[in-house]
């Protein structure tokens, strides 16, 4: 702050007002510290059907759905309804796991939709 940005009037020494008083607020680094630890959930998402009401109903043990995509196409990893990342799926120790082959620059669902119809 240069003397130019001091109200006119304000005697020297003169404590400056509330509103141009230095920031007392975190810096970004400590702010970003303090939500990294916040859980999100993450989904996979390997496919999706539309289907009508009728065909819902008549699902039961057994019912096989068609996700109309082959098991070698990338899956796609969600936090909310944001794509963050495309990856493969493995296996770890018998569990299902998934292997990061791109991260996305957090495209939302219906912009992804657009761009691959």
Do not use: W
């Amino acid at each position: 702050m240069t003397t130019d940005d001091l109200p006119a009037g304000l005697p020297d020494g003169a404590p400056l007002p509330a509103a141009m008083q230095p920031s007392a607020a975190a810096p970004p680094d400590a702010r970003l510290e303090a939500v990294l630890d916040v859980d999100l959930p993450l989904v996979v998402r390997f496919g999706r059907a539309v289907m009508p009401l009728r065909a819902l109903a008549d699902l039961g043990p057994g019912s096989v759905i068609d996700m109309g995509r082959s098991p070698d196409e990338p899956v796609e990893l969600l936090v909310g309804e944001r794509v963050i990342a495309r990856g493969e799926v493995v296996i770890v120790s018998g569990n299902y796991g998934v292997r990061i082959t791109a991260l996305t620059g957090g495209e939302s669902g219906p912009e992804l939709e657009a761009k691959t119809s």
